[in-house]
Each structure stands twice: as structure tokens, then as C-alpha cells.
């Protein structure tokens, strides 16, 4: 079962401060960037006093690690070290190499050194400042489509109980003895739904198959209706469905499986029941519920019925914009036809 609400693949999020070029370019920008500074110092050297060969070259290698990151501002940095040795550093035009020139070739080491570190790790502190920033907007944008999901599924619920009360009501209208035990299968029902939507709403179950999804939920049934003399088979290819349409398609699962099990079957009868799933065309599917009993009773009218069960699937199946059909084959075949995309309408409330 693969959920909406499934986190979807994220770009990542462009470096702090970084301009956004090829990496290619950062090794021409920091050739580009020495270039530049070697002939402003040059024209500034009848200007400047002696003794600051590395006046231009420090903004160079600091505008170039900042902007085009970590390699190209080395680069920048070895070539500006080379070039003020050669030009600006003891013997013009020389890598001539004593103690003076040395000391100071070390002092711009240790310069550029804590430069390039400290603007590197402030370009990795932004980058995550960024991921998180754009992980927090993900989650924020998966949270509030989960509220309105949740919000319509609460409202969908709500309706769906107080037809489900309606028909009980009018149920102990026409036979005030069965009061308990159309309270005892209203609050059974109402069970089944919550059950439904904790094993709907568990994260740990986002991505479990709708087919082993269905099969777990039958065995639920089975063992909450004790009937161990009966089997569940679940036969469901790879399908996927949004939350409102399996919520809902559950239930209707679970209303014709049960009425199985209270109909189908003798207490120490053994049987089956089988549940399946196929594409179909243009975006639909069909899901059949079929068991091995007695089948269909030969007076049965879809169109009369005043079964609460059935008046139930009837609206579960509007509500997938379905077509619900009856039929014996070898036992009672249910199956609905709907489509697999479009949203859910409400499910009218009962008169």
C-alpha cells in the first residue's frame, strides 16, 4: 500500500552563497580572480608603501572560496601566494627564497589558511541550514495535507455513523425486542471502523501491499467472529489507491465478509472465503467477494432488500462511484466495479 502522504523525492538545495555553475568554472574564476588581483597590486604599487605584497590577493581568495567554494579558493590561493612571491615579495621577478621572504610567505599561509577554513565551514553550516529549511517545508506541507485529509475523513466518518445510527434506529422501531443487539452490531461496526483506520493511519504500514493489507484485516474478522473453520483467501495484484478510496473500500470488505460469516456458513461447516482485485480499463477495477456457501436465495431482489448490511455496501459502493452486483457462482459472488482515482463523494445521510 503506498501512501500520499509518503515522502516525495526532494532537489537539493542549492550551496549558501554559492553561485550556481558548472565546477569547471570555479577553477576559471579563481584563474580569472588571481589575474585581477596581480594587476591591481601592480597598479598600485607606485601608490601602496612597502610591505604589502598581499594587500589584493586576500579579497581574491576570499571572494573566490565564498562564491565558488572550497577547490577553486586553494587554487586561488597557491597561485596569489605564487604570484606575489614572484612580483611583489624580495627580487622582483624571482622565486628567490630567504628568511624575510619565508617568514612572510608563511604569515599569508596562515592567512589565507583561516580564511579558507572558517568561509568553508560557514558555506557547510548554510548548506544544512538550507536541507533542513527545505526538509522542514516538506514536512510542513506532508502535515497540513494530512490535517485536510484527516479533517475529510473525520467528516466522511461522522456521516457514515449517523446513517449507520439512522438505520438502527428505524431497525428498533420495527422490533423493539432486538434493541441490544442492534446496539451490540452498530457498536461492532463502529469497532471495525476504528480498527480500520489505526491500521490506515500507522506509519509503519505505509508501504505494506493493499493485498496483505486486506488479508491481515480478514484474519482480524475471523478471529473476532471466532469462526476458525473458515479461510480467507486474498488475491491482489500490485494496485495503488488513495487513502479515502481503501479506507473506504475496507469497509466495504469488511461489511460483505462479515455478512459472510453470518450467513454463508454453518457453525461447524468449513468454507472459504475469497477476496480479489484486477485492473481494469480506463482507470477502474473490479473487486469480487466470493465465498463457497449456499449462494443467493432465489427470492433475493438487490432493489428490495432491507438488509442494514446491504444498505451499507449499497452506500460504501456510491461512495467509490461504484457498481455493486450479486450473483451465484458456486456460492454468493459480490463485485463492485469503481474507479481508482477520482475523490470519494460523501456517503448520503439515511432518511
Known amino acids: 500500500m503506498s501512501s500520499p502522504l509518503a515522502p516525495r523525492p526532494r532537489a537539493s538545495a542549492p550551496a549558501a552563497g554559492r553561485l550556481p555553475v558548472p565546477?569547471?568554472?570555479?577553477?576559471?574564476?579563481?584563474?580569472?580572480?588571481?589575474?585581477?588581483?596581480?594587476?591591481?597590486?601592480?597598479?598600485?604599487?607606485?601608490?601602496?608603501?612597502?610591505?604589502?605584497?598581499f594587500l589584493t590577493f586576500f579579497p581574491a581568495v576570499i571572494l573566490t572560496t565564498f562564491f565558488f567554494g572550497l577547490r577553486p579558493g586553494i587554487l586561488c590561493a597557491?597561485?596569489?601566494?605564487?604570484?606575489?612571491?614572484?612580483?611583489?615579495?624580495?627580487?622582483?621577478?624571482?622565486?628567490?627564497?630567504?628568511?624575510?621572504?619565508?617568514?612572510?610567505?608563511?604569515f599569508y599561509a596562515f592567512i589565507v589558511t583561516v580564511d579558507i577554513a572558517l568561509i568553508h565551514l560557514m558555506r557547510v553550516a548554510g548548506e544544512r541550514l538550507s536541507a533542513e529549511r527545505a526538509v522542514s517545508a516538506e514536512l510542513y506541507e506532508q502535515q497540513r495535507t494530512m490535517f485536510q485529509e484527516l479533517q475529510h475523513r473525520v467528516a466522511n466518518n461522522m456521516q457514515f455513523v449517523a446513517a449507520l445510527l439512522a438505520l438502527q434506529k428505524r431497525k428498533v422501531a420495527e422490533n423493539p425486542q432486538a434493541a441490544i443487539g442492534?446496539?451490540?452490531?452498530?457498536?461492532?461496526?463502529?469497532?471495525?471502523?476504528a480498527r480500520i483506520h489505526r491500521r490506515l493511519y500507522d506509519p509503519a504500514r505505509a508501504d505494506q501491499p493493499i493485498g496483505q493489507y486486506l488479508?491481515?484485516?480478514?484474519?482480524?474478522?475471523?478471529?473476532?467472529?471466532?469462526?476458525?473453520?473458515?479461510?480467507?483467501?486474498?488475491?491482489?495484484?500490485?494496485?495503488?489507491?488513495?487513502?479515502?478510496?481503501?479506507?473506504?473500500l475496507s469497509l466495504l470488505v469488511v461489511e460483505v465478509v462479515t455478512n459472510a460469516l453470518k450467513h454463508a456458513f454453518r457453525e461447524s461447516e468449513?468454507?472459504?472465503?475469497?477476496?480479489?482485485?484486477?485492473?481494469?480499463?480506463?482507470?477502474?477495477?473490479?473487486?469480487?467477494?466470493?465465498?463457497d456457501g449456499p449462494g443467493i436465495p432465489a427470492s433475493f431482489d438487490p432493489a428490495r432488500s432491507r438488509s442494514l448490511g446491504f444498505r451499507i455496501v449499497q452506500g460504501l459502493a456510491t461512495q467509490l462511484d461504484g457498481t455493486l452486483t450479486y450473483a451465484n457462482d458456486g456460492g454468493t459472488v459480490v463485485r463492485l466495479v469503481f474507479a481508482t482515482s477520482s475523490t470519494p463523494a460523501p456517503m448520503p445521510a439515511a432518511a
Do not use: H, K
Request: glycine residues 8%; contains cysteine.
Open 215 to 248: 488479508q491481515e484485516l480478514c484474519s482480524d474478522l475471523l478471529d473476532a467472529t471466532g469462526a476458525r473453520n473458515i479461510v480467507c483467501l486474498v488475491d491482489v495484484p500490485p494496485v495503488r489507491l488513495d487513502l479515502p478510496r481503501l479506507t473506504t
Open 78 to 106: 597557491v597561485l596569489s601566494g605564487l604570484a606575489a612571491w614572484y612580483f611583489f615579495i624580495g627580487q622582483a621577478d624571482t622565486f628567490l627564497l630567504d628568511a624575510p621572504t619565508g617568514l612572510a610567505l608563511g
Open 270 to 291: 468449513r468454507g472459504t472465503i475469497t477476496i480479489r482485485l484486477e485492473a481494469l480499463a480506463a482507470g477502474q477495477a473490479a473487486l469480487s467477494i466470493a465465498d
Open 23 to 53: 565546477p569547471w568554472f570555479g577553477d576559471i574564476a579563481a584563474l580569472g580572480a588571481t589575474g585581477m588581483a596581480i594587476a591591481l597590486r601592480q597598479a598600485l604599487d607606485d601608490v601602496l608603501p612597502p610591505g604589502f605584497p
Open 182 to 193: 442492534v446496539f451490540d452490531e452498530a457498536q461492532a461496526r463502529l469497532e471495525t471502523i
